[in-house]
């Protein structure tokens, strides 16, 4: 090797050092026990960021941590694909029949399923309410528990993001913010909401699924269709692979009688020609 070529990768370690110096930043590894403890033994989680899908990967398959604990990619990329084996066509698996499965599971393990972000299933009569970090799947009409105390307590080192953070530590960091700030909605709480979801956003308003999550309590609490779509539109913006974002935006317009800005999203979910296949 040249000489200039090893001192130019020498002197790179030494420059970058400081910013790739992640001794001291548990967060990951917090993030991801904080998970684990809050659903407890013999649940099963639901996750779709690979933020979050990597960590639990690693306190189970390198740690051996948490066996007793389910975990499920909603991207069937990694954790426990067993479930879903048998759909898989030509290597892609079909979201319908993976949702068929999901509600098997949700069905035969009532009060054990857990979910990141919000679900809802009214053919069940299911939906999610907030416990802990997590969403916890229940009967529609279940009077919700206070559970935010168990997301304020759990130690998270590193969840006031610094801005040399990766996007995945900031993502991570940030759900304990918006979970909050859902918390601070659900009580009434506008004013503590705004609290929470201001350095949320001052963190990672680059993060689709921040944007995302935030309209979420807009359109599921608030009610507030305008401020939904105005972060919704951002989280499109983000990632134009965001299937799930972009049918609400379809049916949002579509329901407020903006047909010209539904046909431009459904122009663009055509163009994506992914049929039945998408991303969480």
Sequence with gaps: MPLSRRSLQISAAFVNA???DRSGYF??????Q???????TNSYIYCAADSTAFNLLYLKQVKGLFRDV??????????????FKKIRVNGVFERPDE??????????????????????????A?????????????????NHSASGKLCALWATRGIYCKNRNDIYCRENADFYLVRLAEYAALSGDRQRFEACKMPALKAAADIPTTQKNIAYIYFYIFRDGQMCV??????AALEPYYVPVIRLLIELY???GFTDKAKKWQDHLDGLNIGNKESI
């Excluded at 967060?27 to 991801?32: G, L, S």
């Excluded at 904080?34 to 407890?40: E, L, Q, R, S």
């Excluded at 105005?230 to 989280?235: C, S």
């Design 27 to 32: 967060q990951a590894y917090d993030h991801a």
């Design 126 to 142: 299911l939906r999610t309410q907030p416990w802990g970090i997590l969403h916890k799947l229940l009967p529609e009409g279940t």
């Design 99 to 124: 949702l068929a499965i999901e509600k098997k599971i949700a069905m035969e393990n009532p009060g054990r399923v857990y979910y990141m972000d919000m679900a809802v299933f009214p053919e069940l």
């Design 230 to 235: 105005d972060h919704l539109e951002k989280a």
């Design 18 to 20: 400081k910013s790739n």
């Design 70 to 83: 389910t975990a499920y990619d909603r991207n069937l990329n990694i954790l426990d694909l067993a479930p």
């Design 254 to 256: 579509r329901s407020g």
């Design 34 to 40: 904080n998970v684990f403890k809050t659903a407890g």
